[in-house]
């Protein structure tokens, strides 16, 4: 009897993962660059990102000024995905406490 391995996600899945789930996560998403993706634990298999993200800006959409291009806000964000690339966790990066 063969034990069968099981198959774990590659970087290339997990990162088409952060930026897809950004994309659909946020609003008015122009593009989603991901800039760190790190295997924490290899046994469980679980990821960690960090990813820019170009944004519409909300003060200019808000106010409804007409603009020749779009004004974009470049944010930050960190995410935490598990073995089977399930986001757990994200927010933005200046929300989250580096206590280092």
């Known amino acids: 009897m063969s034990v069968q391995a099981v ?12 930026s897809h789930f950004l994309q659909t996560a946020l609003d008015e998403v122009h593009r989603v660059h991901v800039t760190k993706l ?3 634990d290899a046994d469980e298999g679980t ?3 960090e ?3 170009l944004v519409t800006n909300p003060t200019i959409k808000a106010l409804g000024l007409p603009v020749v291009k779009p004004v974009l806000d ?4 960190l995410l ?3 073995g089977q690339l399930n ?10 406490d580096d206590k280092g």
Do not use: F, G, M, N
């Open 7 to 18: 198959k774990r996600p590659t970087i290339i899945e997990a990162r088409k993962t952060v």
């Open 80 to 82: 935490r995905l598990d």
């Open 74 to 77: 470049q944010e930050t964000y």
């Open 38 to 40: 790190v295997q924490i």
């Open 47 to 49: 990821w960690e990102a």
């Open 87 to 96: 986001v757990l966790a994200y927010a933005p990066k200046e929300s989250v």
């Open 51 to 53: 990813a820019e993200v």
